[in-house]
């Protein structure tokens, strides 16, 4: 088994788009489709989707798989949370694809109070943030974060690449992050999985 830090799976994401050569919203599509794939495996489409999104590549995956399973005939929910003022070109990209499929069922997070009521049976996808992250989650994000948690014992929930709030390289012990049940990881395992410590969060990987 390799482990790789965040900075070096960016290098290898690079070298992947320069030398394939593929696009970088080609790669989103590659990996999202995936994690598509995996859902639709395990859950069939009488399970409601809610996708939560950040404004990173991370959420453009959560876009693209949101979409994807739409065109497959699930009820899909997606919310995207409103952390930043800016958003990634890919997480832009994909957002405008999934607009012109399904504008009415994507909705914005500004603060908790936006949380959804969530059906019984529903499946979360949490494409917040990946491995990008370098310093904990605080503020109405870490609320969010909460409030997802604490649906854990009701609902399924699914990490992408890696569960939000958890830093890919360190221990994130008294942080807010995802209790994922199962998390779809790209490429390699995060050393953070390793950590006995932050065992609650990445569920089955």
């Known amino acids: 088994m390799k482990i790789f830090s965040a900075a070096q799976i960016r290098e290898a994401d690079a070298f992947t788009i320069a030398q394939e050569p593929v696009s970088s919203a080609d790669l989103m599509e590659r990996a999202a489709g995936k994690c598509a794939e995996w859902l639709e495996d395990h859950f069939s489409t009488a399970h409601p989707v809610y996708v939560f999104c950040g404004k990173g590549n991370n959420g453009g995956d959560g876009l693209v798989i949101a979409r994807l399973l739409l065109e497959h005939g699930y009820t899909v929910s997606t919310g995207i949370l409103q ?11 994909k957002l405008q694809a999934l607009q012109a499929l399904e504008p009415s069922g994507i909705y914005h997070i500004g603060d908790v109070s936006d949380f959804p009521s969530l059906p019984d049976n529903a499946v979360i996808i949490d494409a917040i943030f990946g ?29 992408i690449d890696m569960p939000s709030g958890l830093i890919a390289d360190q221990s994130s012990l008294h942080s807010a992050v995802i209790q994922a049940h ?24």
Not at 83 to 93: D, E, F, T, V
């Open 83 to 93: 952390h930043s003022s800016k958003a990634s070109a890919g997480q832009q990209l």
């Open 131 to 159: 491995t990008g992250m370098s310093r904990p989650v605080d503020g109405w994000v870490a609320g969010i974060i909460h409030r997802i948690n604490d649906l854990r014992h009701k609902h399924i929930i699914v990490a």
């Open 182 to 205: 199962y998390t779809l990881s790209f490429e390699f395992y995060k050393l953070a999985f390793l950590l006995p410590e932050n065992a609650p969060f990445a569920g089955e990987v």
